[in-house]
């Protein structure tokens, strides 16, 4: 495994144009999958080294992906060897802390980034490995928890 295969982010970066960081694992750049020479794209790398992307122009995230010829898998970090997800194993952030809906949507927008990925991967090989089943089991009990906690 090399640097760029353990950072993400590298691996976008490398492919944007206009690259400006504007602050510690903040990016703005050209967004790929519109015409505009606005930097209109968000990227952020998260503690966990997943990649959040963010169009301001409203182009989805597989879009600006599919632009830099990148998956949606090279936004997150390499599989551990057997297959279970060590960020998923943590906490979510700021557990038993009440969440903006500023901060609870960027968290959502990753588990379902997570869940296409693991769907992307199921639909390919034309079955389910027992990690892949506990990380869509996951992810759903994430999406309730965050949607209680938004009502609580
Ligand atoms: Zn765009």
Redesign the pocket.
């Known amino acids: 495994m090399n640097a760029c295969a353990a950072r993400p982010v590298t691996t976008l970066l490398v492919r944007l144009e206009g690259v400006r960081e504007v602050a510690p694992g903040r990016w703005r750049a050209r967004?790929p999958?519109?015409d505009?020479h606005r930097p209109?794209?968000a990227i952020t790398e998260c503690d966990d080294r997943r990649v959040l992307l963010h169009?301001f122009?409203?182009?989805g995230v597989d879009?600006?992906a599919a632009a830099l010829g990148l998956d949606l898998a090279d936004l997150f970090p390499p599989r551990e060897p057997d297959g279970y997800d060590v960020h998923l194993a943590r906490p979510a952030t700021c557990h038993g802390r009440r969440f903006t809906d500023a901060q609870w949507l960027p968290a959502l927008t990753l588990e379902l980034l997570e869940v296409m990925v693991v769907v992307g991967a199921i639909l390919r090989r034309g079955s389910v490995t027992a990690s892949e089943h506990a990380r869509l089991v996951r992810s759903v009990a994430r999406i309730l928890d965050a949607e209680a906690r938004c009502h609580g």
Request: glycine letters at 16%.
């Open positions: 967004c999958a519109h505009g209109a794209l169009c122009a409203g182009c879009a600006v």
